[in-house]
């Protein structure tokens, strides 16, 4: 894929704030009018709505997103739709980009910016390569992934853990942070879309396109993709799983004064962010919750490579 630059995101934040108020009232009603379907005699028994999805808010009927307004998390469910071979996604929406992600979601990414946004979340820019390479910038987002295993153990792992590198089999070192991908207009019809919902949702190769992104430098180059799914570690495919974003919300910090006689010092270049522990207490967090169903009971026919 070549590289190519795209429009600012600096107008984002408030035209999707806009748009997450319409979303969360459409929790109440339908994205689109409701069809009439027959009831079913007999049913799966699953368990209740609102014991899944106890504490969480939904912001569509149509696509399995929730805030958990207590903890600041942002949940999306999805499935497992690819065990090996190279990524230049760790997760994309559902009939994207399925032949290089792990995870297929039920839900657009335009979904998750807003809610990310309804948490507290700021967003930085997409990474950028011209007239030098910049790294995405943006709030911190660990992950968890959430699933059950053969047994129907809950089990939960960093999404780091399913991300492994090309050569030295070490697992993904580094957190996502919020670039926020951006917007395209359709020059023929007037429509606005968010370059996200085509598939750079949660990447691990750089793109401006991607709406959280690695804080440093990955190639996207086929040639050269650096990470690939670490297998031992995923479960089948086909496996339902709920994906826990855990942005760094920062706590409101007064800045220290400036005297004349001692000036503030010109910062450092900083490091990338530190991945979340292995032991981490948010782990042991997130598996309290339970796990939704997916919309489909089949895994996702992966798209075939252009």
Not at 107 to 126: D, E, M
Not at 141 to 154: C, E, F, P, T
């Amino acid at each position: 894929m070549n590289r190519r630059s795209f429009p600012s995101t600096a107008g984002l934040v408030p035209a999707l704030a806009c748009w997450l108020v319409m979303a969360i009232v459409a929790v109440t009603t339908a994205d689109e009018p409701p069809k009439k379907t027959p009831k079913v005699a007999a049913e799966k028994k699953q368990e209740p709505a609102s014991k899944v999805n106890s504490g969480l808010v939904k912001l569509s009927k149509e696509h399995d997103v929730w805030i958990d307004p207590k903890r600041k998390w942002v949940v999306v469910d999805g499935v497992v739709c690819l065990r090996e071979g190279q990524l230049e996604m760790f997760a994309c929406p559902r009939d994207t980009k399925e032949h290089e992600s792990i995870v297929a979601v039920n839900g657009k990414a335009r979904y998750v910016h807003a809610a990310l946004l309804a948490v507290g979340s700021r967003v930085g820019h997409p990474v950028k390569f011209d007239p030098k390479y910049e790294a995405a910038t943006g709030t911190v987002v660990d992950i968890a992934v959430l699933w059950r295993d053969k047994k129907g153990q809950k089990q939960v792992m960093r999404a780091q853990d399913w991300v492994q590198s090309i050569r030295g089999k070490k697992v993904l070192p580094y957190p996502w942070v919020f670039g926020g991908s951006g917007f395209w207009t359709d020059q023929t019809t007037g429509e606005r879309h968010y370059y996200g919902d085509g598939g750079d949702f949660i990447c691990v190769s750089n793109f401006p396109s991607a709406m959280l992104d690695l804080p440093v430098e990955s190639s996207q180059a086929n040639s050269s993709l650096t990470f690939v799914a670490k297998t031992e570690n995923i479960p089948p495919e086909g496996t339902k799983v709920r994906l826990v974003l855990m942005p760094r919300i920062p706590k409101k910090v007064t800045p220290p004064k400036e005297t004349p006689d001692k000036p503030q010092k010109t910062p450092a270049k900083a490091k990338p962010p530190a991945v979340m522990a292995k032991n981490s207490p948010q782990l042991a967090e997130v598996k309290k919750l339970e796990i939704a169903a997916a919309n489909t009971k089949e895994k996702p026919q992966p798209k075939p490579q252009p």
